[in-house]
């Protein structure tokens, strides 16, 4: 079963019939709200609103260890993680949608493993290649198919927040070979590799990122509402897509 984690402005798949709303308990303490199941198209789906569904939740208070579990435990095996961005390279526009292949983690202070505690066997996963190479294929191919454009690569840099980056943190990020910055790409990635989750992130890009195009001076957060609206538009059709084949 596929499961899809929406971010800000992806509360609800509007397609999907929603078939049953579950509140799951994990060892790990409550996900970020009931479990909405239901169907798009021929596909059955699994649906999480990581901010809650009435948005309260900031990335830095996410409990991403008990969305993942609490996704594996209700039985996906793939996890479609959309997640709002900012844009740090020039040739990605707000609006554009990005599917990243490589991750740089600036968090801190989050729960990011499951192998920690009394009895906790010491394991390393491999996380070379953080995104499932076999969801990112299925994600363009349907993105190809509904005639939606979707960039193909990008770093993506996972800060802390729930502050804004600034100019010269931007530059830096850049410095390093990120292209998008986002609050909430990590630890999910590594929580989804380590219960053996396929994970690939839609990356919606929100807004320039601070010093960058229309953010030289500020971010016009008063602006990014109408952006994601538009683009979860596109989002919908692309997993409307997903679900056929
Ligand atoms: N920075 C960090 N996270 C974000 C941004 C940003 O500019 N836009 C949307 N999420």
Known sequence: MLAIIGGSGLTKLG???????????????????????????????????????????APHEVNYRANLWALKDAGADAVISVASVGAIRGAIAPGAL?????????????????????????????????????????????????????????????TQGPRLETAAEIDRLERDGADLVGMTGMPEAVLAREISLEYAALAVVANYAAGRGESEHAVPLDRIGAVLEEAMGRVRRIIEKLCET
């Open 98 to 158: 990005v599917l990243p292949h490589q991750v740089i983690d600036y968090t801190w202070g989050r729960r990011s493993t499951y192998f920690e505690g009394p009895g906790a066997p010491v394991t390393h996963v491999d996380f070379t290649e953080p995104y499932s190479a076999p969801l990112r294929s299925r994600i363009l191919k349907a993105a190809r198919e509904a005639s939606e454009t979707v960039i193909d690569k990008g770093v993506y840099a996972a």
């Open 15 to 57: 397609s999907m019939e929603v078939t049953q709303r579950r509140v799951a308990r994990t060892p790990y303490g409550e996900p970020s709200g009931a479990l909405t199941f239901g169907r798009i198209r021929a596909a059955e789906v699994v649906f999480l609103a990581r901010h809650g569904y009435g948005h309260t939740i």
